[in-house]
């Protein structure tokens, strides 16, 4: 943001470009074309609505950016600061935006930055970017329509800021206001605020700053590599600070309102101008890694901020223009951007320019943005989910002028768009949608069995589901690896922002329950799946729900559904001991319907006595171990095929009388044939062929690569569908499952 003194040029310096404005739609529409209409007859003129020279060749433009002496930054900010804040927030303070000073204290302060926006931590910072990409999303993708700039890029780049902060979601409020708060003090330097505004404003920008000093001095001897603890752990080389409490508190003012609104800018040009030229669009789905590219191009075609500002310290001659010291200089990035003396075809939208990262939307030289690597990450990160979630997604009006006409930044404040909703439930068969929770409780049930209360992060709402829905559970093994189990959810499904799910430790089994015991402790963090159901409660009349341990934790939901549609029900839970037996409390609750059989008490359950005789409009729901499924089944013989409801987070045992063969599997809707080997499985032939397949346990027992059989004979060996599903042949799990050995040939959708 520049100060200049309205009453120091007189009108009438030349050269002029008469009909250049940077209050005209023209100019909004797209600031290159117009300054374009100007570059090759005035290279460089006079404008005097901003008493300041505009420069719109590449190689003038270089010239002002690489010359800090003779082109200076230090009227790059300035605020009148009220009184009674002064003793806080002294106005020399001000003075020390990181934008605003030249060397030696811009080096200082920038190289204290840096460090937080190094490469390598912004590419760490990456998966954290995406998880908040896809939860933003999560958010509005039923709606069909959104402001995609308000309710996406900004929602996106504010979260990221935070991210990179170390700021905790308790603080998104704060920094969304601080953000604009500073435009506002900044933009004063141009047209002062009136009261009440001003003290409105100022009383709460000077509370944000006393909060993040507060928040520096605590981070004063981290070693943490957020942006706030790189910079408050900074020290000279004689051991003191490098930076006060209250200059890195400017800095991070700074960084909350350019790392989120000129990003955010960006991703939403981008959206523009990629369904305008659908073979960009189409490249980018197909290849990704082009995305990088795509925001490169559209910051390049318009960036974020038209200009960037300096004044001349002394007599100087740009493009046979005499500029006088003292005299503001607009730099035209995004005239240089396309200057076609430089810039081969300046005004198309080539996402394969061999050099894609040659231009000068991030400026250059010592000012060169140092939130560039951030920007980039974000930016390439933010647009391939966004169109990897909604591919249908387009404007409602390409033309849409909604801009804060801000002649450095204007400020889009508004895009419109749609999109087609059948993306979203086409998404589902085709991606692993995944949450990032934390763990809010943990609560020891018995000697062995704990309760682990999941939450997000935001506190807002997660996913909804239904009775005898499960998550994926991510723990990491010895070496650091990905190990996915899955876990039932046995809170009540109408608690909106909460999960809960329970963990027996079984010391000799496959060992995820150990590491989910040593690594779900309250307050870590956890990636989960969307739940999804296998063991769905079907309508029915009456149920007899049976469980055997650690497997009452679906039950848990069931009753409270069956009971709450008035259904007929009643639950049979056993366990070695009482003391071995979880959530009795809240099974209390539901009186003589719940027959408990603590074997140390000597009640043994009976399945073949419980399930001797078939009942009307009855179905059998049973959780627990093999063991205890196996005898549920033998004990079924007089019952429907359908009757007998089993969940099963390990794999049945399969008995094969003969060795597999190879056959052919067709995906009708793809149109791709696979040979699947003796030794492989449908879902690998199908990933080798680059088909979107999704899996998550490969086991058959969560259910996420089922898919629908068109036609052939199916080998079941999956441990989810019942009996009667797999006979009916509808659909199979391609992670185990297989063609008859008589079937040459199998048809499936995908």
Known sequence: MTTTSHDSHPVGRCPIAHGFDVMGDAYYTDPAVHLAEYREQTPVFWYEPLHAWIVTTREDCLEVLSDWQTFSSASNSAADVPERHRSVYPPELVAKMIVGMDPPDHTLARSVAQKGFVKDRMDRLQPEIEARANRIIDRFEEQG????????????????????????????????????????????????????????????????????????????????????????????????????????????????????????????????????????????????????????????????????????????TLSGVEIPPGDMIFVGLASANTDPTYVRDPFEFDIHRPVPTDHLAFTSGRHTCLGNPLARVQGATGLRVLFERLPSLRPDDIHELDFARLPLLPVRRSLHVHWDVTDVHRNRTQTIRQLNLRVAERTELTASAAAITLEHPDGGVLPRWKAGAHIDVTLADADGEPLVRQYSLSSDPAEASRYRIG????????????????????????????????????????????????????????IREANAAGAEWELHYAGRARETMVFLDELAEFGDRVTLYPGDEGRRLSLSGLLEHAQDNCLVYVCGPESLMDAAEQAMGEWPDDALRLERFAPKTVERTEPDTPFEVRFEASGVSVEVGSDQTILEAAAEAGLPVISSCEEGTCGTCETRVVSGDVDHRDSILSTSEQAANETMMICVSRAQGTCPLLVLDK
């Open 145 to 316: 329509s959104a402001n995609l700039l308000e309710e996406y890029s900004l929602e996106l780049t504010t979260q990221t800021i935070m991210a990179l902060l170390g700021l905790d979601y308790e603080y998104e409020g704060m920094l969304r206001q601080l953000r604009d708060d500073l435009f506002a003090i900044l933009s004063s330097a141009h047209a002062p605020m009136d009261e009440p505004e001003k003290s409105v404003v100022w009383d709460r920008f000077v509370d944000s700053n006393l909060v993040l000093r507060e928040i520096i001095d605590q981070r004063r001897d981290s070693e943490a590599d957020d942006l706030i603890s790189v910079m408050a752990s900074s020290r000279n080389s004689d051991g003191s600070f490098a930076l006060s409490s209250e200059q890195i508190g400017l800095h991070i003012s700074e960084f909350s309102a350019a790392g989120t609104d000129t990003t955010a800018q960006a991703m939403t040009n981008a959206v523009l101008f990629v369904t305008q030229h659908s073979e960009a669009l189409e490249d980018a789905l197909v290849e990704p890694q082009l995305w990088s590219n795509v925001f490169e191009e559209t910051v390049r075609r318009r960036p974020s901020s038209t200009f960037t500002s300096r004044k001349a310290t002394r007599p100087v």
């Open 503 to 558: 963990i027996l430790r079984e010391d000799d089994g496959r060992g995820g329950s150990k590491l989910a015991h040593e690594q779900l402790q309250a307050g870590s963090e956890v990636t989960v799946s969307w739940p999804r159901n296998n063991f769905r409660l079907s309508g029915a009349q009456k149920y007899l729900f049976i469980a055997g341990g650690i497997g009452i934790t679906p039950m848990l939901a069931m």
